[in-house]
């Protein structure tokens, strides 16, 4: 017999509570709620106008960001990418990486392929004030 688990995305702890990201920022994360030994997900809804507090990297996980609505932009590194409504976006590890709603939110669903728990994080990689 097939063994599997089912969860409501709603269920899952909003991690932006525990850093004070709430309420502008909703980030549910699944590796660890459904026990997994690899990979991982995570939903993140933004509100708008939102700029991530910090920029992000991975040594080993590669990650696909959908949009599931909204739009905005991320910063790759040095570069501004355009998000709208279905586009798909991968990031290798070690690109740094991170993520600014639009007029009307962003909301992203991510998959991450590798070990995690790897992440490095940098508060100047992109700056609330707009100047990386």
Not at 23 to 45: H, I, N, T
Not at 59 to 70: A, F, H, I, R, W
Request: include cysteine; proline fraction near 5%.
């Amino acid at each position: 017999m097939a063994t599997y688990e089912k969860k409501n995305i709603g269920d899952l702890d909003n991690a932006a509570e525990q850093y004070g990201l709430a309420p502008d920022l909703e980030a549910r994360f699944g590796r660890k709620a459904f026990g997994m030994s690899g990979g991982g997900f995570s939903y993140q809804r933004m509100a708008p106008g939102l700029r991530s507090a910090f920029g992000h990297r991975h040594t080993t996980q590669d990650e696909l960001y959908v949009v599931l609505s909204g739009s905005g932009r991320a910063r790759v590194d040095d570069e501004d990418v355009e998000l709208a409504p279905r586009d798909v976006l991968y990031v290798p590890p070690e690109t740094w990486r991170a993520f600014e709603a639009g007029d009307d939110g962003l909301e992203l669903f991510v998959c991450g392929f590798g070990e995690g728990g790897d992440s490095e994080t940098d508060a100047a990689f992109w700056p609330q004030d707009g100047n990386a």
